[in-house]
């Protein structure tokens, strides 16, 4: 079977050897990456997708399904690894009455939406056969608010590239780091801190930050690009990934890439960081908002290093094991296999 494939994050010359398609082993499907004719932004610096980003998501879709219009040879099935592109390639399934099976992986919302945009989120994403969540939690939220069935939702891990540490940790100006701006708690972060007076750098949208008291020991920065985050990444003495929600996954990308550089973690207890963080092993959970929690933990991390060596060794080893492309290959080809099956047995009723 082909499959169309629509990521934000190949504009031109993109493959999808390069992505988790690639690590299947032996390769059974073949896989054609769909350009995206916009700039992806990462770390979803933004507080609302726009109606000029809504039409960019939209034209994605359509060119994906344009493209597999050409495809003669054998059936096409599509995967989505970005919630607004399963939006849209629901929405013209649902509309053409297409039976293309879509695989939405990379399912993770910020937040659930009532109104109008509730509405037209549940009358696309009905058009979905199967949906890939990276928390637990979400499988019973995304059922519950698109009325549909639990087993249409599957938990894999998140997955990012395999990375390689590079610089070590800045031993002669050393910092705390926070990096990201989806669901972030940083008012927590800043009253956690001010007594410890760390040097620090938040990496945040402007909205993110909006209203709060930044001490003199807090930097504000945005606008950096990936290299620029990793490389603070990297010479940071303590990673702090503050998180207020507790409905779906935030934070994911930003925690697992500290994990990758084998990086001492100090993370909120939600759903984008029980499935992935052991307590007291891989990095420290604090409860969410926990002001005391977060102080101390921040603190035990700065004065031993020891423990953030210990820590952040583990933290690199599980994360290569659990967290790469090449690890949840497995469950892509799994889940594509299912999808096959089912197209399979349609046309034998047809």
């Known amino acids: 079977m082909h499959w169309k494939v629509l990521t934000p994050w190949w504009n031109s010359g993109g493959s999808a050897d390069d992505w988790i398609p690639g690590q299947i082993s032996p390769p059974t499907q073949h896989f054609d990456v769909v350009p995206a004719p916009y700039i992806h932004d990462p770390y979803r610096s933004r507080k609302n997708t726009s109606t000029k980003q809504w039409c960019d998501y939209l034209l994605h879709a359509l060119w994906g399904w344009l493209t597999a219009l050409r495809v003669r040879e054998e059936p096409v099935g599509f995967v989505t690894a970005f919630p607004q592109l399963a939006v849209t390639v629901g929405l013209i399934k649902r509309v053409s009455r297409s039976r293309a099976p879509v695989l939405a992986w990379c399912y993770n919302m910020g937040k659930t939406y009532e109104g109008l945009k509730g509405r037209l989120a549940r009358f696309s994403l009905r058009?979905?056969?199967?949906?890939?969540?990276?928390?637990?939690?979400?499988?019973?939220?995304?059922?519950?608010?698109?009325?549909?069935?639990?087993?249409?939702?599957?938990?894999?891990?998140?997955?990012?590239?395999?990375?390689?540490?590079?610089?070590?940790?800045?031993?002669?100006?050393?910092?705390?780091?926070?990096?990201?701006?989806?669901?972030?708690?940083?008012?927590?972060?800043?009253?956690a801190l001010e007594p410890l007076e760390y040097p620090t750098i938040i990496v945040a949208g402007e909205h993110a930050m909006a209203g709060l008291h930044v001490p003199k020991n807090v930097q504000i920065r945005s606008g950096l690009t990936i290299h620029e985050c990793h490389d603070l990444c990297e010479r940071a003495r303590v990673n702090v990934i503050p998180v207020r929600n507790q409905t779906t996954a935030s934070g994911q990308v930003t925690l697992l890439e500290a994990m990758m550089f084998g990086k001492a973690i100090v993370a909120s207890r939600c759903p984008g960081t029980e499935d992935y963080v052991q307590d007291g092993v891989t990095g420290v959970l604090f409860p969410p908002g926990d002001i005391v929690a977060l102080r101390e933990a921040i603190r035990a991390l700065w004065t031993d290093s020891a423990l953030r060596q210990r820590l952040g060794s583990a933290a690199r080893e599980y994360a290569v094991y659990n967290f790469t492309f090449r690890s949840v290959a497995p469950h892509m080809a799994d889940l594509i296999g299912r999808l096959e099956a089912g197209a399979r047995a349609g046309r034998k009723r047809d």
């Not at 890939?132 to 519950?144: C, D, L, M």
């Not at 087993?151 to 540490?165: G, K, M, N, Q, Y």
């Open 127 to 191: 058009g979905i056969d199967l949906f890939v969540v990276h928390s637990r939690k979400e499988i019973q939220t995304y059922s519950e608010w698109l009325g549909l069935p639990p087993d249409r939702f599957v938990f894999v891990p998140l997955s990012v590239a395999l990375i390689e540490r590079t610089k070590p940790e800045d031993e002669d100006n050393p910092f705390v780091l926070a990096m990201g701006t989806a669901n972030r708690d940083y008012r927590s972060l800043i009253d």
